[in-house]
Every structure is written in structure tokens, then in C-alpha cells.
């Protein structure tokens, strides 16, 4: 789709169909009075044909508008939204295809309902200014849609690591090495690898690698560990034999210049991932695990540790692998970060498969519910001072009696100074569920009562509260007043 030349199509249609209406004229009663036909009328209007200066003019003198007008790429104040909209382009950045969209189907609807339409995008760009939505944030939205809509496991991906360890003669049912993915990128794709001081400059403290393409000069971070670098180079491996061109260049991402980089980060990061574990070593681990009747937090700890990867890779391929080999489609993942000294708590990466879940971010500054078991790992892993402390508990949601077994681990964050992190899994508790889990009623495992978050939340004499529910306390007012309303309309009715 050329952006420019369909938006001065569509621009033009608008005014045309603008003018007709103003005029009270069909399409028929519009061909009648100039001798063109509804149907070059019709396209015309849908933004698909653009007339000749003599048609133009025609128009124009049948409308009682000026050919000026006409021409102009300036909308009326009632249409400027639209305007706005198509001429920045943001029909090029939306992934439509991802979702079995075409662009030319939005088309067809601005040019069939322009007023409607120019509503609902004004009520979008008024919801994204009070939520602060950024363009990137946006991206991230459609790419966790994405994920969602695949319950998060891409079969072309798995294969694509089975394939390349077939290549390469990697063996997937042992740990791969530091060495062994470092020999790959140098031996194979040319890499050289150098370890760089970045916190002896202040603005580079938060990245753990750059590469840079012009010499395949890939920089580590002197502070990461080795599941830290494991997992970047398995990515930068990913990039290679996937053939991506169109990729970021540091990890973490500093800003997203358009939505491939957005899809091929996660590609890539996904490739990693099935790389360091394997899924079919990842099953068999999990179902020793499952079997057993009774096990204690350092147990899954050191699940962990039979891979070389990070707490959050090892949730994040939970949720490739649950899904599609346990047939658990309703989990969601979370990623918490908290500044020790602070009562705040930020939830700074999500997913929800099949269901949009009970623990879901909020824009709106309310505290998140301090009986999570996310916040509680962190509590925990300041007053135990472990470098990885991990728990579990049934959670129950008042406000949906939806009970979860929720998973969390907590670390300190090694690139924010005085900072935590927890990665969490929660996982939708259903009589399928519980035949798969043998520790599900044992009697070591909590079960809490939780909210969302402490002003919505319903839940009495909370001791752990940070916050008045203050919105349902509204909520509950105004649902009262509107009973007494009620009775009085009835009663002078």
C-alpha cells in the first residue's frame, strides 16, 4: 500500500462523500446530475479511484463547492482525527496481516462511516494520552495479542531449533556450554566477542550487549552472568540462522523503529529459549517433577539450575510448553520489578493465555495486591537475603473465585542498583489441572485469598493493605444511590 497516494485517494473520497451528504444526494441522484456512473462514483468515494481535473471540476460545480476545496488535503475540523491518522502513517506501522487484516478493509470502513469512525479513533487517542500509551508500548500490546492468539508455542520455531542442532551436531538432551555457543557465532557466523565495562558510563548501565554489524562485533557486559550471556548468544544465533536483518542491536532494547524488529526480537528470543531448553528434556523434567507429592522450594530451584538460563527464560518457556504439551491454556506469565526502601511495585511485562487474568497491569497508580505471592517472593528475598528465593500458593481472586497455582521467583536485579524482580506463573486450577499436579492438595502448599489491587479489592480486615478500596467504596455508593433513584422513579411515575 503507497501511504501517500491512497491517503490523498481516501482524503478526496471523504470530501466527496462529505459534500454529497451535505447536499442530500445518493449516489444515483449524484450520477444522475453529472453523467458519471455510481459505480466510478462509488470507488471514488471508498478512496480507490482519483479523478481527472475535468471530473473534478464537474464535481465541484454540481456540489456549489470550490475545486480548491476539493483538491486540498485539509479536512474539516469533524474529520481532522482521520486526517491525522492516515497521513502519519500508522495504518503502515499497525500489523494487520498478523491478525488476517487488510489494510484496504480499513479503508472501506473510514470511507463508509468516516464520522463513526473519526469517534471511535478520537476516543483511542484520548484513552492513549491519559494512559501515557507510547508507540512502543503499542507494539508490545500487538505482539502479546499475537503470542495469545498462538497460546504462545510457534511449531515453525521448534522445528527450526531441531534442525539446527541437527547442523550442528548440538546435543539437546545435555547443557549446552558458554563455549559451544561462542565457538558457533565466532566458527560459523564470524562474530568476534569482546566483554566492555558498560557501567564506567553512566547511560549504558542498564544494556547487557551491543552488537554492532559493520565488524559482527558483539559486546557482553562485564556484570552479566552466565545465564545472562548464554542467553544472548543463543539470540545472536537465532538472528543468523533465521536470516533476520531487520533486528535491534542492544539487549536490552533501547526504542523500536517499527514492528518487525518487534516480532523479530521476540522470534528470536523464542529460538534462544527453545535452544537452552530443550522441549522435550523441558517435559521430562517437568513430569518427574509434577509426580512428586511434596516438594520443597529448593526442588524447583534446582529444576531450574539443570539449564543454563535465568529464572524469567525458564517461566517464559513454561509458557510454550504448557499450553501445548500439559494442555494448561489458561496461565498467565508476570514480570514484577520493586526499588527496595519504596512501597511500589510495577508490573513491567505480562501474558495472558486463552484469558485475560485477574493479575493484569493498571495504568491508574493502585497497589497491587500485597498477598501475591509475586510481592511476597521479594519480601521474602530481602529478609532471607537469598539470591533466588522461590515460593508457591493457591491463589483464589475475590472478586472471580478463580483459584491459580502461582509460581514466583525472586532475584535481585543485577542492573538496577537497589532493585527486585519477580518472574511469576499462575496456572488456572481445573479438575484436568489437578490430575496432572500430585502436589495440588498438599498440605505445605498456602492458599490465600487475593485482590487485584487494594482499591478495587473487596477482601475485609486485610492486614497487608496499602491502600482504602476506594473505588469499590464508590462504586458500592453509586449503586446505591441508583436503588433509591429507582424507587422514587417509581414511585412518582
Known amino acids: 500500500m503507497n501511504i501517500e497516494k491512497d491517503y490523498i485517494k481516501l482524503i478526496f473520497g471523504l470530501k466527496l462523500k462529505q459534500a454529497r451528504t451535505n447536499k442530500n444526494l445518493s449516489l444515483f441522484g449524484l450520477a444522475k446530475i453529472t453523467d458519471l456512473s455510481k459505480s466510478y462514483l462509488n470507488e471514488i468515494e471508498k478512496g480507490k479511484k482519483y479523478p481527472k481535473t475535468d471530473k473534478i ?23 481532522a482525527p482521520i486526517g491525522e491518522i492516515l497521513k502519519s502513517g500508522i495504518l503502515k506501522e499497525i500489523p494487520l496481516d498478523l491478525f488476517g487484516i487488510q489494510e484496504n478493509d480499513l479503508i472501506d470502513i473510514i470511507a463508509n462511516a468516516p464520522a463513526k469512525v473519526n469517534a471511535f479513533i ?83 548501565g542498564d544494556l547487557r550487549s551491543i552488537y554492532v554489524p559493520k565488524s559482527k562485533t558483539l559486546l557482553l557486559s562485564t556484570e552479566i552472568d552466565d545465564h ?33 524488529q518487534v516480532l523479530n526480537n521476540f522470534y528470536a528470543s523464542y529460538f534462544a529459549g527453545a535452544l537452552l531448553l530443550p522441549r522435550q528434556l523441558l517435559i521430562d523434567e517437568l513430569n518427574l517433577f509434577l509426580a512428586k507429592t511434596d516438594p520443597k522450594p529448593q526442588e524447583m530451584i534446582e529444576l531450574m539450575g539443570k539449564f543454563n538460563v535465568s529464572p524469567e527464560s525458564f517461566y517464559q518457556r513454561l509458557t510454550n510448553i504448557l499450553p501445548k504439551d500439559f494442555q494448561l491454556k489458561n496461565l498467565f506469565f508476570l514480570r514484577l520489578s520493586h526499588q527496595i526502601g519504596t512501597n511500589t511495585y510495577q508490573i513491567k511485562k505480562e501474558l495472558h493465555i486463552t484469558n485475560q487474568q485477574e493479575p493484569h497491569a493498571n495504568e491508574m497508580n493502585e497497589h497491587y495486591c500485597r498477598r501475591w505471592v509475586s510481592i511476597k517472593t ?37 542492573f ?76 412518582f411515575s
Open 228 to 260: 545472562q550471556k548464554a542467553f544472548i548468544l543463543a539470540k545472536e544465533i537465532a538472528y543468523n540462522y533465521l536470516e533476520i536483518t531487520e533486528r535491534l542491536y542492544t539487549f536490552s532494547w533501547i526504542k523500536f523503529d517499527n514492528f518487525d
Open 416 to 491: 538496577k542498583k537497589d532493585c527486585l524482580r519477580s518472574i511469576t506463573v499462575g496456572i488456572l486450577i481445573t479438575p484436568g489441572m489437578k490430575k496432572k499436579f500430585k502436589f495440588i492438595d498438599s498440605p505445605s502448599l498456602q492458599k490465600q485469598l487475593v485482590g487485584v489491587t487494594c482499591e478495587t479489592c473487596a477482601v475485609k480486615d486485610c492486614l497487608e493493605r496499602a491502600s482504602a478500596p476506594i473505588h469499590l467504596e464508590q462504586k458500592i455508593r453509586n449503586e446505591k444511590t441508583d436503588f433509591i433513584v429507582q424507587q422514587y422513579m417509581a414511585k
Open 57 to 79: 471540476i464537474l464535481l465541484a460545480e454540481k456540489l456549489d463547492v470550490t475545486y480548491d476545496h476539493m483538491v486540498s488535503l485539509k479536512l474539516d475540523n469533524n474529520l
Open 122 to 204: 478520537s476516543t483511542i487517542i484520548e484513552i492513549a494520552q491519559h494512559y501515557n500509551l507510547t508507540r512502543e508500548s503499542f507494539f508490545l500490546a500487538s505482539l502479546r495479542s499475537y503470542q495469545e492468539a498462538h497460546n504462545n508455542y510457534f511449531d515453525d520455531l521448534e522445528q527450526k531449533v531441531l534442525s539446527f542442532c541437527k547442523a550442528f551436531h548440538v546435543n539437546m538432551e545435555a547443557k549446552i556450554s558458554l563455549e559451544e555457543l561462542s565457538a558457533i557465532l565466532i566458527e560459523e557466523y564470524g562474530y568476534s566477542i569482546k566483554e566492555i565495562a558498560f557501567t564506567e558510563r553512566e547511560e549504558l
Open 378 to 414: 521479594m519480601a521474602g528475598a530481602l529478609k532471607q537475603n537469598k539470591k533466588h528465593f522461590f515460593d508457591a500458593q493457591i491463589s483464589r481472586y475475590e472478586n472471580s473465585n478463580n483459584e491459580f497455582l502461582v509460581f514466583s521467583s525472586a532475584t535481585l536485579d543485577p
